[in-house]
């Protein structure tokens, strides 16, 4: 546990000191949706890495909370503090009572239903052009504020919602060691062990989905109050895909992996910018490779790739030593 | 000191050089969805913009400076759009954006370049980007209510009464519906039926038949390609003689290509200029401007112009007109093209004012019928 608590305070440092040598440049502006993916990435770590069930709906969730807090500030001028903290309890309430007939399915036929439901929502904020806005998407979102401090600009935005990133990573780092943790990776390794040990399996999964919806339904409510503007393209069955890809690149079932998931996916694109035309054919290859020959996600293949390395650049030494 | 002398004249001279040939270069950006849904918008577009680029430099640039265009791709997302036209102004360093492509794009958009006070073209139709008009916002395709109110204008000479609406389900399609059902309620018209189809949808039967058990005297469909051509054909599959109008959203070749030259037989539409100009009167104001471009937009890349590259053909005409006629800098530019009066562009003839940021007018179409496989005036 002290481990975690070191490990835990270089991130939360590293995070805070990042904007200093950035200033106000364009990379602190990426970095802000950084924090808001990795938001979403832990949220659908909780399920898909630590109790195991997939859910290709995820963006349904975070398209949810976003509108909840767009429409009720933009149209109705509500505190947008409250809506987010109502926006979450209504998502989650909603996925408690979806959790039961759909976490009863497994593998496949719950990767479908989840596929569905995301995509019934995403045609609901397409066609209720009424409350939504519709195709051409929800304008003027109010930034949040603090008495007079309004999150105006790239950098406060940055400590606003890497701040709440920060708290969930925390959440979650001590969720995983607590007993519920514990519980959720016996569901994952075997449902029927798990339930034959006295763990509630029906309830403890349909809870964790629910805490995953309520975390990705505030990631949405800050993605729109950062961006002032949605439209349901965000909010798609192709962006439920990319968060799946985060956590799985990132390494399943670990939350510093989904930190470096969502930061090799929403950065990736940028450095590889430098490809032109040829962009999309690295990018696929890259994670292809990474997929490949790095099956346990960037979070274990980092070290064993460096650890490879130098055993290959040592270990040729050795070689050439014994052989001559 | 020889030494010295000769480094500092070589210095001096060096110096000089560069302060005769380059005049700052006047650095502006361009966004486009050149990957993804909206890449039948974007790729024209970008090309377009790149081939004028490279025409103005060559010609030695303008008021001697060079011109540099940076070009990004949104992939048609709001988010990497936003991100992007950050980029574009805080590290780009630019004077002046052309686009994004798309409405929801642009209106994303819309509060980073007033908050920055960059001028942008946008190259999206929808109403609510220049409406009401923002201090920092432009846009060069037409409004839809124009193609709308030409549609409508040509069904009221036909004395149509009774309309079906068929709409595609994204901002293109909902826009068109709602500035339809506006004008149609003012004109006397009466909806019958009103049917969405969504983009990716591969059969509209079910929508045609329940049309056509509302009988309307037109059909009135809102989309952009392939859509639109899948309904010419089921239309004809079905049998049904209920004339049809298509959006200026699929003024091009490719339609005609897709619904078969058999099944657009007779399919009316109001298309930009650029389809039919071979057909116009030789005074049209426009006629040298479309000439020029599709001559040249043929000879870079070897397809026919389009009408979606036309728009950021005119962003940058405006643009250049502004830099030519105040000066270079976000400021002037902005106020250079709220002053362009009667500019003739690829989409229409532009005259700006301080609340329209569009400056087209109901000219800017043509009401054309598909006979042959080709177009023809409608009139």
Request: aromatic residues 8%; positive net charge; proline residues 4%.
């Amino acid at each position: 546990m002290k481990r975690e608590v070191v490990k835990f305070i270089i991130f939360a440092a590293l995070v805070m000191l990042a904007p200093l040598p950035l200033k106000q440049s364009y990379l602190l502006n990426v970095l802000v949706f950084v924090g808001i993916n990795t938001l979403l990435a832990v949220a659908l770590n909780l399920l898909l890495g630590f109790a195991g069930q997939i859910s290709l709906g995820h963006a349904a969730f975070f398209g949810m909370g976003a509108y909840l807090s767009g429409i009720l500030t933009a149209n109705f001028g509500l505190n947008p503090w409250l809506i987010i903290v109502l926006a979450a309890v209504t998502v989650g309430g909603l996925a408690f009572v979806l959790g039961f007939p759909i976490l009863k399915l497994k593998g496949h036929y719950l990767a479908m239903a989840t596929l569905g439901f995301g995509i019934i929502f995403y045609i609901v904020f397409n066609e209720t052009i009424g409350l939504t806005g519709g195709p051409s998407g929800l304008p003027g979102i109010p930034n949040l504020a603090i008495g007079s401090l309004t999150f105006d600009n790239d950098l406060k935005n940055y400590y606003l919602i890497w701040g709440v990133t920060l708290l969930t990573i925390l959440l979650c780092v001590n969720l995983a060691h607590s007993r519920i943790g514990r519980a959720l990776r016996a569901i994952h390794d075997s449902e029927v062990a798990a339930r034959v040990m006295g763990v509630n399996v029906r309830l403890l999964k349909v809870q964790i989905f629910a805490l995953s919806a309520a975390i990705s339904a505030v990631a949405g409510s800050l993605y729109a109050h950062t961006m002032t503007f949605i439209s349901p393209t965000s909010f798609g069955f192709n962006f439920s895909v990319e968060l799946v890809t985060m956590v799985i690149i990132g390494g399943l079932g670990s939350i510093y992996g989904s930190f470096l998931g969502a930061a090799l996916l929403t950065l990736l694109p940028e450095l590889l910018r430098a490809f032109r035309d040829y962009d999309i054919i690295a990018y696929g290859a890259l994670l292809v490779f990474m997929t490949i020959f790095m099956p346990g996600g960037l979070v274990r293949g980092i070290p064993d790739l460096m650890l490879f390395l130098w055993s290959r650049l040592t270990g040729k030494r050795g070689g050439n030593a014994q052989t001559g | 000191m020889k030494k010295l002398l000769v480094a500092l004249s070589v210095l001096f001279v060096c110096f000089a050089a560069t302060a005769v040939v380059a005049a700052p270069p006047i650095r502006i950006g361009g966004l486009f969805a050149v990957t993804g849904p909206a890449s039948f918008l974007g790729e024209p577009e970008k090309k377009s913009l790149e081939m004028l680029v490279n025409e103005v430099n060559a010609k030695g640039g303008v008021n001697g400076s060079k011109i540099e265009l940076t070009v990004y791709d949104t992939q048609g997302d709001v988010t990497k759009a936003v991100q992007l036209a950050t980029k574009l102004i805080k590290n780009d360093q630019v004077v002046a954006i052309i686009g994004p492509s798309t409405t929801g794009e642009t209106m994303a958009v819309i509060p980073i370049v007033e908050k920055e006070q960059i001028p942008l073209i946008s190259c999206a139709a929808g109403i609510k980007i220049t409406e009401p008009a923002k201090r920092w916002v432009f846009k060069t395709p037409a409004n839809d209510h124009v193609a709308a109110a030409k549609i409508l204008l040509h069904a009221a000479k036909l004395k149509q009464k009774s309309l079906a609406l068929l709409t595609v389900s994204d901002s293109f399609g909902s826009s068109g519906r709602e500035q339809l059902k506006v004008l149609a309620a003012q004109k006397g018209f009466t909806i019958v039926a009103d049917e969405v189809y969504s983009p990716k949808d591969t059969d509209m039967t079910a929508q045609l038949t329940k049309i056509s058990g509302a009988k309307p005297d037109a059909i009135i469909c809102w989309g952009t390609n392939p859509g639109p051509a899948v309904i010419t054909r089921n239309l004809k599959q079905l049998g049904l003689k209920i004339p049809l109008y298509q959006s200026h959203g699929v003024a091009s070749k490719k339609f005609i290509e897709l619904a078969g030259a058999d099944a657009a037989e007779g399919v009316m539409l109001p298309a930009g200029k650029l389809a039919v100009y071979n057909r116009l009167k030789q005074n049209e104001p426009q006629m040298p401007v479309l000439q020029a471009y599709d001559q040249a937009y043929k000879k870079s890349y070897g397809v026919e112009a389009s009408t979606f590259g036309g728009y950021a053909y005119d962003g940058f005409q405006l643009l250049l007109g502004a830099v030519k006629k105040v000066g270079a800098t976000p400021e002037q530019i902005r106020n250079g093209i709220e002053q362009t009066r009667k500019m003739p562009g690829v989409s229409g003839v532009f005259t700006m004012s301080t609340t329209d940021h569009n400056g087209l007018d109901l000219s800017a179409f043509e009401m054309v019928r598909i006979a042959k496989g080709d177009w023809e005036l409608a009139n």
